[in-house]
T-cell receptor
Framework: EAGVTQFPSHSVIEKGQTVTLRCDPI?????LYWYRRVMGKEIKFLLH????????ESGMPNNRFLAERTGGTYSTLKVQPAELEDSGVYFC?????????????FGPGTRLTVL | AQSVAQPEDQVNVAEGNPLTVKCTYS??????LFWYVQYPNRGLQFLLK??????LVKGSYGFEAEFNKSQTSFHLKKPSALVSDSALYFC????????????FGIGTKLQVIP
């Protein structure tokens, strides 16, 4: 069974540009999560999808970030326009039933550098 | 509300010695506790979790963790460290507010010295 995959693995862009990150969850997992780790700090929750619906987007930093999950399969996270403070590693995770204690399985992350 | 503290930025241990990576938590309600490991240039890998039942939880790669409710701790342990255990370890908690938003600690770098 394939794990969570993310694309690209690295992205280097200039301030003001747009970047789109993609996450493919484990097949059959309805729950998909986005997290971000800024260097040296904790991993922070961004948002949670249940199928194609946003269950919780309370962690999204501002309206420059847009997440979608059309069709309830893969998800994209777009940053437009990117700012320097957006640099970090963006992790995607998926889980099967989303209940308390349900294990979230993480992808390898996308390292975003904004210059 | 929920939070996790990993008080040590780095833990150094000699190969073959027992290791402990500390974690304390705060959560309203019953805690659900996790340990993840991140090897260099890799994603987070699930190690183990505590939901209920036996306070000693066994996980992957010979790791185990002990849930201590009175001390609100969930320390990660291994009886004999391997050089290949060198990695970044994250403790995480969920359960606050009855919702599965996971809160992570800042991470502890484990360095196993040959």
């Amino acid at each position: 069974e394939a794990g969570v995959t993310q694309f690209p693995s690295h992205s280097v862009i200039e301030k003001g540009q747009t970047v789109t990150l993609r996450c493919d969850p484990i097949s059959g997992h309805d729950n998909l999560y986005w997290y971000r780790r800024v260097m040296g700090k904790e991993i922070k929750f961004l948002l949670h999808f249940v199928k194609e619906s946003k269950q919780d987007e309370s962690g999204m930093p501002n309206n420059r970030f847009l997440a979608e999950r059309t069709g309830g399969t893969y998800s994209t996270l777009k940053v437009q326009p990117a700012e320097l403070e957006d640099s970090g590693v963006y992790f995607c995770a998926s889980s099967q039933d989303g209940g308390l204690g349900d294990t979230q399985y993480f992808g390898p992350g996308t390292r975003l550098t904004v210059l | 509300a929920q939070s996790v503290a990993q008080p040590e930025d780095q833990v150094n241990v000699a190969e073959g010695n027992p290791l402990t990576v500390k974690c304390t938590y705060s959560v309203s309600g019953n805690p659900y506790l996790f340990w993840y490991v991140q090897y260099p240039n890799r994603g987070l890998q699930f190690l183990l979790k505590y939901i209920t039942g036996d306070n000693l939880v066994k996980g992957s790669y010979g790791f185990e963790a002990e849930f201590n409710k009175s001390q609100t701790s969930f320390h990660l342990k291994k009886p004999s460290a391997l050089v290949s255990d060198s990695a970044l370890y994250f403790c995480a908690v969920t359960g606050g507010g009855g919702y599965q938003k996971v809160t992570f600690g800042i991470g502890t770098k484990l360095q196993v010295i040959p």
